[in-house]
């Protein structure tokens, strides 16, 4: 015991001195402020307020270590410290956690009142991407575009194109009929009637190119199909040559497969053209260079086979009240699967008719 008129040594309170505990207070307070988000404000948290190595936390363990008569003064400057900084921090929580909220509300913000399209985007049909380049083509040369029924009428399919009444197409092995079998009708076996149609309704001279479906009597396998697409053009005017049909082909030829390659005209025959030709294109993969055969696309051939050609036979322009010694013309026609199949090596015709939606999807959109 000291004496009566001496003075006790004062006692060492360490982190719990005031002047310490408002320093640590007023530091935790101005990281508190100085949070601008919410990963900012955990981050002061663990460093100010409840972290195991923040000054406040740190203080408070000293407390036990202090003698009995100085406890309750610094526990309660430690607590009345304490209680500003969490004040605080729960005060800057609530303003950043709804700053949160409102940006969020911003940013995912979704308009309910516009329709939700819950079906997948499929594609255009290859057929019809390649049809509407092959017509362009034709429209870019002035061509105007034709169509027609795809029931037609017999005169229509085969009598008016030069067909004799014993011609093989004409039997019910190749050609589907539409009963009652006396009406003479039946689904087109090409798109060529619609060029007699368009002799008979239009003034001359007439440019037209053709597409559409047609049938056969076939059954389906890799090659064949009973429903097919066809493209045909054909042009009456006076002083129609075959030099003529060559230049329109080479222009054909080169939107189908590329610039750059030779065509060739192969003689053959056709009831509804004379003299009558087929058209074939040097192959586009290997271009008949042994060094880059072997060959898919043209079998080792150098060429592939585009369609059918020629001159319009007089018998084709006399059905059709045209006078053959003013005016002569040509027509052309093509099977739009087997040029797709070659084009984009396809191996089964079936691909086209089949319906599955993910074949078309790698042909996009575009032609």
């Avoid at 005017?237 to 049909?245: F, N, Y």
Wanted: charged residues 25%; proline residues 7%; glycine residues 8%.
């Amino acid at each position: 015991m000291p004496a009566p008129n001496e003075t006790a040594d004062p006692v060492d309170l360490g982190a719990l001195d005031p002047g310490r505990l408002d320093g640590a207070a007023a530091a935790a307070l101005a990281a508190i402020a100085g949070a601008d988000d919410l990963a900012a404000l955990s981050a002061v948290r663990t460093a100010h307020v409840d972290g195991q190595q923040a000054p406040l936390m740190l203080a408070r363990r000293e407390l036990g270590a202090l003698p009995r008569e100085h406890r309750a003064e610094a526990g309660r400057a430690h607590n009345a410290a304490t209680a500003k900084v969490r004040a605080a921090y729960e005060a800057r929580l609530v303003e950043l956690t709804a700053r949160r909220d409102a940006e969020i509300l911003v940013a995912e913000r979704v308009d309910v009142t516009l329709p939700v399209d819950r079906r997948r985007r499929g594609a255009r049909h290859p057929l019809s991407l390649l049809s509407d380049r092959l017509t362009d083509v034709f429209v870019a040369m002035g061509y105007e575009v034709a169509e027609g029924p795809e029931v037609e009428h017999d005169w229509f399919n085969f009598e008016a194109l030069n067909m004799a009444p014993d011609h093989p197409a004409r039997s019910e092995h190749d050609t589907l009929y539409v009963e009652p079998a006396a009406s003479g009708r039946l689904l087109r076996t090409h798109t060529s009637p619609v060029q007699i149609r368009s002799l008979l309704s239009r003034p001359l001279p007439v440019y037209v190119v053709c597409p559409g479906r047609t049938y056969r009597n076939d059954t389906i396998d890799a090659t064949h199909s009973p429903v097919f697409g066809q493209l045909e053009c054909l042009a009456v005017d006076e002083g129609i040559t075959m030099a003529d049909l060559r230049g329109t082909l080479e222009v054909f030829a080169q939107a189908l497969f590329g610039s750059g390659l030779s065509t060739r005209l192969r003689p053959s025959f056709f009831p509804f053209t004379e003299p009558s030709a087929e058209l074939d294109v040097q192959c586009f993969a290997c271009r008949g260079d042994a060094a880059r055969q072997p060959c898919r696309v043209c079998s080792d051939e150098g060429w592939i086979e585009a369609g059918g050609c020629g001159m319009v036979d007089p018998n084709v322009l006399r059905a059709c009240g045209v006078d053959p010694a003013r005016y002569s013309g040509f027509a052309f026609g093509m099977g739009l699967e087997r040029a797709a199949m070659t084009r984009h090596d396809v191996r089964e015709i079936r691909d086209f008719v089949d319906g599955d939606v993910r074949f078309g999807l790698p042909f996009g959109s575009e032609g």
